[in-house]
């Protein structure tokens, strides 16, 4: 009882544990999850990072325009959806050149909106690559 | 003149924080039968587990079963894949592995014991407790670089290191979490609403725990002394200070106090860990692919955690059957339920500690 009478007190005088959000910003831990960021220069384009990901948010898709990279040679263009990501970095950990190619950046996303319809559009490229695959 | 009336709780009730229904026929004050749905938030989890992804995506899938529970099942997954494939696992993956699961077992209790103080119309316990699971929350973040959903475990280790910084961390936050932990113990053993309210109510007897099949603090609190943690030994529990809390009168009390004790094991584990954390590295890779039959059982926070898995050497799995600690101790729900108050049925039912989301999957 005599405890919980001085915490009680504690509590009045103490600042709130919760964070003032959006007043004052999150602070983020060393080592944030935040978005997967590719570098299309140093890409050898074997594709692991695809197969990997889990929630098969990386795509490469065939394109009219493709990079002058010569590793590219089926004319494929990466794509990333970053409202399917989970931020498991098991891409980073399947590409052959982390931290060159394919690494995991601090920055988190921006809030993906119910007008936006930001899965969509990607949803008719999964449709499309299946059909491709067929 | 029909003498019962028929109450339903559920499936969406103030004092339920998760979707679970039960039925129960009172006479009077006193509950005489009870009946209880639980599969609302069907997801098809074994299904999907089983048609669309394959073997190495399935601990990031199964983790989403779960936010509290998280890391048990993909760890538990893991295991089971782990056994059908060839390689052996380091034991600092190990050592990781169990310093997680354990700092989400104190997490995942405090919740409990924040609920708990809640339905007992202590709200501003609810707050501290709530307050307080911070401390191991932004422990949780800092280690994985996530609050809830980890994907921590891979199939062969885990995904990050510690370093001295946060082996520092994790052990000044334990330390205010402990000395916050015997400031509960005193408080639900004192205090009017938490202790005395609660004791010899919601109580299952030790005959009936092994009849029904009560696992996990439910079980121990009645004196069962089941734990997988020292039944198996996939992880070296014995080897970081585990020790088996039970008590003998299997109230809502008892309950609690449980729960309260084994935080305390939870922490002096979790100091163990990082104090004795052997060197080598986090991952291994195995090789192959899952062939045959493989079962492996984990102490989740709230009981005993089964995964079967079924492969023939492809990636896709034949079969992945998931059987959740809430699911198992349902019987002895019920039967706690047989006899006691209706006004005590939300309390009885926070003090299960009961998780929907692992139980419909």
């Not at chain 2, 106090?257 to 104090?275: A, F, G, H, T």
Request: proline share 5%; net charge neutral.
């Amino acid at each position: 009882m005599k405890s919980s009478i001085i915490q009680a007190f504690k509590n009045l005088l103490s600042k709130p544990i919760t964070i003032d959000y959006p007043a004052s910003p999150i602070i983020k831990p060393f080592g944030y999850r935040g978005l997967i960021k590719y570098e299309e220069t140093e890409c050898i384009y074997c594709l692991k990072c695809e197969k990997a990901c889990p929630p098969e948010a990386i795509l490469f898709v065939k394109t009219d325009n493709p990079s002058s990279n010569e590793k590219n040679k089926k004319s494929l263009e990466y794509l990333y959806n970053p409202y399917l990501c989970i931020y498991c970095q098991e891409c980073v950990r399947a590409c052959p050149k982390p931290s060159l190619a394919l690494w995991q950046s601090e920055e988190k996303p921006s809030s993906g909106i119910m007008e936006d319809k930001v899965n969509e559009k990607w949803f008719e490229i999964e449709n499309l690559k299946r059909g491709d695959k067929l | 003149m029909k003498k019962t009336i028929t109450i339903p709780l559920g499936s969406q009730h103030i004092s339920l924080l998760e979707p679970v229904k039960f039925r129960f026929v009172c006479e009077n004050e006193k509950i005489i039968d009870v009946s209880s749905d639980v599969g609302f938030v069907h997801r098809g989890i074994e299904r999907a587990c089983a048609t669309k992804f394959t073997f190495e995506k399935i601990p990031y899938v199964v983790a989403r079963i779960c936010g509290l529970c998280a890391i048990t099942h993909s760890l538990c997954y893991t295991q089971a894949v782990e056994n059908l494939l060839d390689g052996e696992v380091s034991l600092k993956a190990k050592y990781l592995r169990i310093l997680l699961v354990e700092l989400d077992r104190i997490h995942s209790h405090m919740l409990c014991l924040s609920h708990v103080s809640e339905n007992a119309g202590f709200e501003a316990m609810f707050m501290q407790i709530m307050g307080d699971r911070e401390y191991v929350m932004s422990l949780q973040e800092m280690i994985t670089g996530n609050r809830v959903q980890f994907d921590y475990i891979s199939i062969g280790g885990v995904n990050r290191d510690i370093d001295t910084n946060i082996s520092s961390q994790i052990k000044k936050n334990l330390t205010i979490i402990k000395q916050k932990v015997y400031d509960y113990i005193e408080q639900f053993e004192n205090n009017w609403s938490l202790s005395l309210k609660y004791k010899n109510i919601g109580k299952l007897s030790l005959d009936m725990a092994y009849q029904y099949n009560a696992i996990g603090p439910l079980a121990r609190a009645c004196g069962l002394e089941t734990d997988v943690r020292s039944e198996s030994a996939y992880l070296p529990y014995v080897d970081v200070g585990y020790k088996m809390i039970t008590r003998s009168n299997g109230d809502i009390y008892d309950r609690n106090m449980v729960r309260l004790y084994e935080i305390l094991n939870s922490i002096q584990m979790c100091e163990n860990i990082v104090d004795g954390l052997p060197s080598g590295e986090i991952y291994t890779k195995l090789k192959g692919k899952p062939n045959g039959e493989s079962l492996v059982r984990l102490e989740a926070p709230r009981g005993e955690l089964m995964y079967y898995i079924k492969g023939s050497g492809k990636p896709l799995l034949d079969r992945v059957r998931i059987k959740t600690p809430t699911f198992s101790s349902i019987p002895a729900f019920i039967e706690v339920f047989k006899g006691s108050d209706y006004g005590d049925a939300p309390a009885i039912l926070a003090s299960f500690d009961p998780c929907m989301s692992c139980t419909a999957k």
